[in-house]
Structure formats: C-alpha cells, structure tokens
C-alpha cells in the first residue's frame, strides 16, 4: 500500500459571505487499479484511494468516491459556499483504511 | 461491449485450465481477474445500478473533456449541472462512467446546497478511444445524462 503524503489544496482563503470558492486538490498516490502486472507476471493489487471528502465548519459541502478509472495522483476540483469564516477541512482515505486530512482556514469578511 | 466481455471470461478459464504463460492470454486473465474484484463489470450494469427505473434527460448536464486525449493515462474532465442548488432543488450526484475501459467506474461525486455549485473536475485513464457517460441525480428525483466521445491516442490502464 502506498504511503499517504501530504496533500496540496489551493482555495482563496478569504471570501465575502456567501461566496462560491473553488477547492482544488491534489494528492500523490499511484492509483493501483488491480489491472496490472509486474515483472514477473504476478498481478499488482488494487490500491486505490477511493473516497474524499470535503466539510466546511464542521458540514460537509463535497464528496468523491474515486474508483479505478481515476488517475493516478488524483486531482479533485470542487466547489463551497463560504457561509462564514471557518476550516474547510478535506480528509482522503485509501483502500486500506488509512487516511491524511488537509486543513484551510477561510475568513469571510 | 458483450462479446468483448464474452472473450475475456473464456480466456481466464483457458488460462486457469491451462496455466498458459502466454503474455496475450495473461493480461486478458488479468483484466478478468479485476472485474471479479469489485464494483460492475459493464458500462450497463453501472448506468442501470445508477438510475434504476429514472428516464434520465440530456438538459442542464455538462460533460467538458478533449476531443482527442494523446496519453490516456490522464485524462482532464469535469462535470457541471444548472441547478439553483437550494434545499428544494439541488443536485445530489454526479457519476462518471467509461464504456470501453476494463473496469467502467470513474468516479462519483455527490453534493448538497452547501456545495453552492454542482460542479467538479478531475482527471480519467482511458484504455482506448471511447464514450463517456456523466449522470446527475437531482434531488427531486429527476435525472440528467450526457456523453461524449475521446479519441484516445495511447491508452492508459496499464494495458
């Protein structure tokens, strides 16, 4: 199972009341889809991370089961309403069960 | 779509009565061995998983991708729906299928009015040059489907 490193998130992290911010996420990770081969002919297992989600003052505001036929070094892009200064917080889980969150603060003027 | 899955079945058990180290039949077993792992095994099957007895309609749904992907291996899209996203009336998912990669799922990806927009983007592996299928499930139970064609120039998948 590969190893879960540090994520990178870019979103504006001041915003008016009510705004729309864009999150864009990226995260290393091989995305082992569980077709492939190595060397000797062995299959490689499944490896996968397959969920992110996204919560903003404690609610969550997005969600992405990510399956096989997501590359590998997953990009997400999504979308929040900035209802009031707060941590958008993104946690993503791999196959095993293991997860590392990422945490931006956004302050609504 | 059926015949290709009808090769794939026999090859694996050629292989299994066999143990053939035949590098073609190897990667077809491989790609059999997957689709018994997890999730559905056809474009179908997942489009019918998705909107079970729902006729889904092509408005307010857009699917952006290239018209022609040169490395399969990543493939940028995204998927947005007009939608006031309003406790009433807003978009709950948004399901992303392949029709000709080994395994159909891409991704899903599901919102509420606190996501303030339906829309989202990210990046695909594509086998070959194909249709995409993206589904939006409204949350007054209505849904919207779209597809697009890429013409895939090396494929990903590590096939």
């Known amino acids: ?109 | 779509m059926q015949q290709k899955m009808h090769i794939e079945v026999t090859s694996r058990r050629d292989v299994l009565l066999g143990m053939s180290a035949a590098t073609a039949l190897a990667l077809l077993a491989g790609q059999a061995y997957a689709q018994d792992a997890k999730g559905p095994a056809s474009a179908e099957e997942a489009i019918k998983l998705i909107l079970k007895d729902t006729k889904p309609t092509d408005a307010k749904i857009k699917l952006e991708l290239p018209e022609i992907a040169e490395n399969g291996n990543t493939v940028p899209f995204g998927v947005s729906v007009d939608s006031a996203m309003t406790d009433a009336d807003h978009i709950k998912a948004i399901h992303v299928i392949s029709t000709g990669n080994p395994r159909p799922e891409i991704g899903s990806y599901y919102f509420n009015p606190l996501s303030g927009k339906a829309s989202m983007a990210s990046r695909m592996r594509l086998a070959k040059t194909q249709d995409i299928v993206a589904i939006a499930e409204a949350s007054n139970g209505q849904a919207y489907m779209t597809k697009r064609t890429v013409k895939v120039t090396i494929g990903g998948c590590g096939g």
Do not use: C
Request: glycine letters at 6%.
């Open chain 1, 1 to 109: 199972m590969a190893e879960l490193t540090k994520p990178r998130v870019k979103v504006n992290n001041s915003a008016k009341k009510d705004e729309v911010l864009e999150v864009k996420t990226l995260i290393s990770h091989p995305m082992e889809n569980g077709q492939r081969r190595d060397n000797a002919g062995k299959p490689i297992p499944q490896d996968l991370i397959n969920l992110v989600v996204a919560t903003f003052a404690g609610k969550e505001v997005f969600r992405a089961k990510l399956a096989a036929g997501t590359s590998s070094n997953p990009y997400v892009a999504f979308f929040f309403k900035a209802t009031g200064s707060g941590d958008l917080v993104t946690t993503w889980t791999d196959d095993a069960g293991k997860s590392i969150s990422d945490k931006q603060t956004i302050t609504v003027s």
